[in-house]
T-cell receptor, first 114, second 115 residues
């Protein structure tokens, strides 16, 4: 089983809608969770980090973490065409000493249609 | 302030050749990482430096790959006897101290093509 799994998409939503991106992880020792956005041909850019169960909001973005279900999601409200990109879920396993290594999913391609 | 920079942005080489990829991290960041991203995949960890030392090189695919960071700032990833399967985007990232809660800032990457 892959360590971090995401639906590769593409996920297509109309402008102004809510985009919901999901990620599951296999290792219960994972403690830090990140969402990166990657535009085509560009490098990943951090948009959200979350470390404890519950919701974390930053502008139009909300990250949700459920450690019991090993599930982390990203909601984008009022989606804009400029949000069209690949969204990468990444986790860090803190236990075992390797508390620096990001393990990424394959990413979900989001397209926001005007 | 300057972000992470990488040179060259593109490198085309022939199978069997030697290449060096350079990363200049954000000033003051002690932690430096190399990742490799193949088409349609997320980045995969290669090596982590804390200061001058390679704290974890478990992601290097084989002994053709080697990386250094002699003065604790700039790092060079070296690939010997390149193979077509080495073609990918090589990403460098840096973070302030290497803590699990530190943001890793990525450079623009070097696209390596092995013919």
């Amino acid at each position: 089983q892959k360590e971090v799994e995401q639906n590769s998409g593409p996920l297509s939503v109309p402008e102004g809608a809510i985009a919901s991106l999901n990620c599951t992880y296999s290792d219960r020792g994972s403690q830090s969770f990140f969402w990166y956005r990657q535009y085509s041909g560009k490098s990943p850019e951090l948009i959200m980090s979350i470390y404890s169960n519950g919701d974390k909001e930053d502008g139009r973005f909300t990250a949700q973490l459920n450690k019991a279900s090993q599930y982390v999601s990203l909601l984008i409200r009022d989606s804009q065409p400029s949000d069209s990109a690949t969204y990468l879920c990444a986790v860090i396993l803190v236990m075992g000493g390797s508390n620096y290594k990001l393990t990424f999913g394959k990413g979900t391609l989001l397209t926001v249609n005007p | 302030g300057a972000g992470v920079s990488q040179t060259p942005s593109n490198k085309v080489t022939e199978k069997g050749k030697y290449v060096e990829l350079r990363c200049d991290p954000i000033s003051g960041h002690t932690a430096l990482y190399w990742y490799r991203q193949s088409l349609g995949q997320g980045p995969e960890f290669l090596i982590y430096f804390q200061g001058t030392g390679a704290a974890d090189d478990s992601g290097l695919p084989n002994d053709r790959f080697f990386a250094v960071r002699p003065e604790g700032s700039v790092s060079t990833l070296k690939i010997q006897r390149t193979e077509r399967g080495d073609s990918a985007v090589y990403l460098c990232a840096s973070s302030l101290e290497g803590k699990s809660t530190d943001t890793q800032y990525f450079g623009p990457g070097t696209r390596l093509t092995v013919l």
